[in-house]
């Protein structure tokens, strides 16, 4: 942005000091002109600057408007006249050397207001890019939004794993006796209840044990399989396999 704003103000800068230097050549061409042609001296002073004074206005204006975002269709108006504005200063101050004779000082004298023509029409299209350009860069920068904390979900990070055969809902599963209980479950039956179970991913046993000492601190009590399922949404088998690992 602080480059945008300080192009723009070269620019500006350059036109005025183009307008400047266009009014101080015209100023002494242009009176000694109507001097040469018989205008009265109170008048012939003032011809020059009603030319200058309209290239002025007219890029104040071109500039104001086209910093605005004005298209160019609406400002063809104004531009045809700045045009012809810059063509009487140009003609107006190479009169006077060319009946004289002096051609090099009509060339010297027509840069100036061949250049104030040049800026006329490049000057306000620059500045209209300039705002083209920077307008909407400025409307899509959103507001800060704060930050809110959260814990990641634990499944999220989780790849899709199929579910395996699992047994009817009807017919319970016996894991769940034989881990409640307080006396310590047979070798083989462990080895039953184990090989029917399904394997547990790292990230789900990490995420039930996380939910499992959460419970026993807020309850004074171990989870059970039915609310580590409901705590971590997931399949009865799966969250029993979950409870048999972290009772192991």
Known sequence: MAEDRLTQRTVTVVMAVIALLAFVFSFGNVWALALRLGVPHPIAPLIAPMVDLSVIGLLVGLRLLSLRGVPQQELTAA???MHLCGLLTLALNVAEPLVAGHYGRAAVDAVAPLLLLGWGQVGPQFLRHFHTLSGPKTAEVPAPVPAV???????AALDPVPEPALAPASEPAPAPAAILTDEPAPVPAKTIVSASLPAVP???????RRVAETHQAEQGAHITPGQLKARLGVTLPLATAAHAQLSA
């Open 202 to 208: 790292e990230a789900l046993l990490i995420a039930a």
């Open 149 to 155: 904390e959260h814990l990641p979900d634990p499944l």
């Open 79 to 81: 531009t045809r006249l």
